[in-house]
């Protein structure tokens, strides 16, 4: 068990770790995370 595959490794990180549906989870959380910064960034320059 690697702790730093957790917190950096993404979704195959998260999968080795802490279980398939945990890793989901936390991929889709950053991704929509991302994408409200992206969409932010458009929005307010």
């Given at each position: 068990?690697?702790?730093w595959g957790c ?9 080795e770790?802490c279980g ?11 991704v929509?995370?991302i ?10 320059c």
């Amino acid at each position: 068990m690697n702790f730093w595959g957790c917190d950096y490794g993404g979704p195959v990180g998260g999968a080795e770790c802490c279980g398939y549906g945990s890793g989901r989870g936390f991929a889709l959380i950053v991704v929509l995370f991302i994408l409200l910064i992206i969409v932010g960034a458009a929005w307010f320059c």
